[in-house]
């Protein structure tokens, strides 16, 4: 059985910093796109960023410069550290696995899902 289980989620102030981690089990995802998605009081989930099994990552524009994606292949484990936080990223963040090749973007392209993990940024 595949599970995502995330940790790390909380409460900090805008400009903060703050790291979610999601560690995988039930098969090997070394070749699995894995990565976080997030959804907003009201808003439809929204990509955040993933990392591919060749080491090539992907982010949303909103997040670029300030969320670093990083993963541990053999551990099957996914990281997101987070920097210069903002209220707008207040959010439920996801992890999530799939085997595709583009629309990286896509909700409905990935296979599973974690239950998820708040985080609110205080302004």
């Known amino acids: 059985q595949v599970q995502l289980i995330e940790s790390g989620g909380g409460l900090v102030q805008a400009g903060g910093s703050l790291g979610l981690s999601c560690a995988a089990s039930?098969?090997?995802?070394?070749?699995?796109?894995m990565g976080w998605f997030r959804q907003a009081p009201g808003k439809a989930r929204e990509f955040v960023a993933v990392?591919?099994?060749?080491?090539?990552?992907y982010y949303a524009d909103s997040v670029k410069g300030r969320f670093t994606i990083s993963r541990d292949y053999p551990q099957n484990t996914v990281y997101l550290h987070m920097n210069s936080l903002k209220p707008e990223d207040t959010a439920v963040y996801y992890c999530?696995?799939?085997?595709?090749?583009?629309?990286?973007?896509?909700?409905?392209?990935?296979?599973?899902w974690g239950q998820g993990t708040q985080v609110t940024v205080s302004s």
């Open positions: 999530v696995a799939g085997r595709l090749r583009s629309d990286y973007e896509s909700a409905i392209k990935y296979d599973f």
């Open positions: 039930g098969r090997t995802f070394l070749a699995y796109v």
């Open positions: 990392r591919d099994g060749s080491l090539t990552t």
